[in-house]
């Protein structure tokens, strides 16, 4: 039985049937961007034995996982092997995290120094007021805000809290600018 050849670039990767529980390798042609293969889990024996069976890959793209080393070490010793590029962005963000965070103490000085160095802001630009239309709508929201400016001075000016409430919410029938002796 001839086997099968493999791609010239293998991309392999786990991934889950079940999260958290059954988890299977899928093995990609990365250049025809095609599934080669499922395996059923991510063991080192059923890929190396995978690989054994279908030679020839020249590159193989895999994640960190070391059962895929060493079944890359064993049944293909003279492909490269090569992060993917989610891996590699994910360890090149940990790295930079990592030496972000060792250095902060340095990065806040010299963040520092530099804020010290800039320029005033210059004052801003006072731009024409923009008038609004005068429509119904604008007319009404426009009395309203004056209506309710006027019960915050009103507010600040009676001593007494309850006559201030009534003048605001006044019983039933009763125009919000007459007491209830006045009715």
Wanted: proline share 8%; net charge neutral; hydrophobic share 40%.
């Amino acid at each position: 039985m001839v086997p099968e050849l493999s791609p010239r670039v293998l991309g392999v990767d786990e991934f889950a049937f079940r999260k958290g529980r059954t988890y299977g390798t899928i093995l990609v042609d990365v250049e025809a961007g095609q599934v080669v293969d499922v395996l059923p889990d991510r063991t080192s024996e059923t890929l190396a034995a995978w690989l054994r069976h279908h030679p020839g890959a020249e590159i193989i793209c895999r994640d960190r996982a070391s059962a895929y080393t060493r079944a890359i070490k064993e049944a293909a010793p003279d492909a490269v092997e090569v992060a993917d590029r989610w891996h590699l962005l994910q360890n090149l963000a940990a790295a930079l995290e990592k030496t972000c965070h060792q250095h902060r103490a340095c990065l806040r000085k010299r963040a520092d120094e530099e804020t010290g160095r800039i320029r005033e802001a210059p004052p801003p630009i006072q731009l024409p007021v923009h008038e609004l239309p005068r429509t119904q709508i604008i007319e009404r929201t426009r009395h309203r805000y004056t209506d309710v400016q006027d019960d915050v001075v009103m507010l600040e000016r009676v001593p007494d809290r309850r006559s201030a409430g009534r003048r605001l919410f006044p019983a039933p029938g009763l125009s919000p600018h007459m007491t209830v002796g006045e009715a």
